[in-house]
């Protein structure tokens, strides 16, 4: 048994650059058992198949940015809150609490996988997301606060030209639309991704928002899908498809996350150049999209050309992000 404050100094000391020789140390210093720790071995980041990881290998084949934790002292709390269902606030109210040797042992399985670069989202399940919170795994992307500006974009457009109804592309965890259908209470969506699994996870987070009677899941290869093709025309089309280029190097937290979420081609722009081409077929009016920080050239040029007057927008950084475009008369 260990105090509350006790485990939540050690698991600091390990999230910091502390390598795992001096961590042990630490933890027979303090009369931990030593045997609870030697897993920290042994604890390896969740793996792609054998082929799927020897194809991203030769694909990058370049040395990925090293992985650091930013906030141990936060990440370690989250954490033990997460194993103890504890705010932040109340494991530091109740400091003095004693841990059994179960959840000791559990907060050193995640401790191990944080160090190893398991993104914090997917040890906790929980993402945040326009003020909204949303079940997460590895089967998902992780949504990011830079999006918040793609959800933004596409309530004004809703709201100013009174569309009743919006498809999303590639939904993942259902962050996008469950944003846009909470604060635009008369559309509905159309949710389409490649992945059954990620429908699933979506499906989840839009019923426990009590959104699901507005919203419609089909799985589909960006629209292609026969269903889509069935439907009455499309005003809206919201997307964070997958931009990275294969040989832009990521650390392995971000390659922890789906890589068909990630990787958009050898340029990076060729999914979203093929969805331009397929939302002109269907004649959508209007495209709002995330798109890569080094992707304006191209994105204007193909949307010009195929009749979209598109308009870009840059991140918190400054950096171009994303584009709207309306399709020309």
Not at 28 to 53: C, G, H, R, V, W
Not at 63 to 77: D, G, L
Request: charged content about 25%; aromatic content about 8%; proline content about 4%.
């Amino acid at each position: 048994m260990m105090e509350i404050d006790l485990l939540l100094r050690i698991a600091i000391a390990f999230l910091k650059d502390m390598n795992l020789e001096e961590f042990k140390k630490l933890v027979y210093e303090t009369q931990f058992l030593l045997a609870d720790i030697n897993s920290f071995e042994n604890e390896k980041l969740p793996k792609d198949s054998p082929k799927e990881s020897n194809r991203v290998r030769q694909s990058l084949d370049i040395k990925a940015p090293e992985f650091h934790i930013v906030s141990p002292r936060y990440e370690a709390e989250i954490l033990l809150g997460h194993i103890l269902n504890m705010t932040r606030v109340e494991l530091h109210t109740n400091a003095k609490k004693e841990i059994t040797d179960f959840d000791k042992q559990r907060y050193f399985k995640i401790l191990a996988m944080r160090k190893n670069g398991v993104p914090l989202e997917y040890l906790t399940n929980k993402a945040s997301f326009y003020d909204l919170e949303f079940y997460v795994d590895n089967k998902v992307l992780i949504p990011r606060h830079e999006t918040e500006l793609l959800v933004e974009h596409a309530l004004e457009i809703i709201k100013a030209h009174n569309i009743t109804h919006f498809v999303e592309v590639g939904v993942g965890s259902g962050a996008i639309s469950a944003a846009i259908l909470t604060h635009a209470k008369e559309t509905c969506a159309i949710a389409t991704d490649i992945s059954k699994e990620a429908l699933n996870i979506a499906k989840h987070n839009i019923q426990n928002l009590g959104l699901e009677n507005r919203c419609d899941f089909v799985e589909s290869d960006l629209l292609s899908s026969p269903y889509l093709i069935m439907r009455k025309p499309i005003t809206l089309l919201v997307a964070n498809p997958p931009y990275i280029a294969n040989s832009y190097p990521l650390n392995q937290e971000v390659l922890c996350e789906p890589h068909i979420a990630l990787f958009g081609g050898e340029k990076g722009d060729e999914i979203l150049k093929k969805l331009i081409l397929q939302a002109r077929e269907k004649q959508i009016q209007f495209l709002v999209c995330e798109m890569g920080y080094d992707q304006k050239e191209s994105m204007q040029e193909i949307l010009l050309n195929v009749g979209y007057k598109p308009t870009f927008y840059k991140d918190y950084a400054g950096f171009d992000r994303g584009f709207i475009a309306r399709l020309m008369p």
